[in-house]
């Protein structure tokens, strides 16, 4: 059984697990949702260069948000001393 915490709560995925996933999933949205575009513009244009337009910028747009997403992802912020940003549950539930 998964290690949880005191609550019995699952712990968070790791950061490797979310990009994981991320990963997986836009680089086939973005062939899948760009190149179904071009070929539905294809079909209604009657014309043959969309599809594989629609194909290379779906990957280069999925590659893109791949690098925000791993590469240029926001560390988070540290919080300031004398700033709340809430009341602290670990305190509350004995957690340390």
Not at 23 to 30: D, F, I, K
Not at 40 to 63: H, I, K, Q, R
Request: net charge negative; hydrophobic share 40%; aromatic share 8%.
């Amino acid at each position: 059984m998964d290690e949880g915490n005191a609550v019995g709560r699952p712990k968070k995925p790791t950061h490797t697990a979310t990009v994981g996933g991320s990963v997986v999933g836009y680089l086939p949205a973005g062939i899948v949702i760009w190149g179904g575009l071009g070929k539905l513009l294809d079909n209604l244009l009657g014309t043959e260069y969309l599809t594989p337009v629609g194909l290379v910028f779906g990957s280069v747009l999925a590659m893109y948000l791949v690098y925000l997403y791993v590469v240029r992802r926001p560390e988070p912020v540290p919080e300031q001393q004398g700033v709340s940003m809430g009341p602290d549950r670990s305190e509350e539930e004995g957690i340390t």
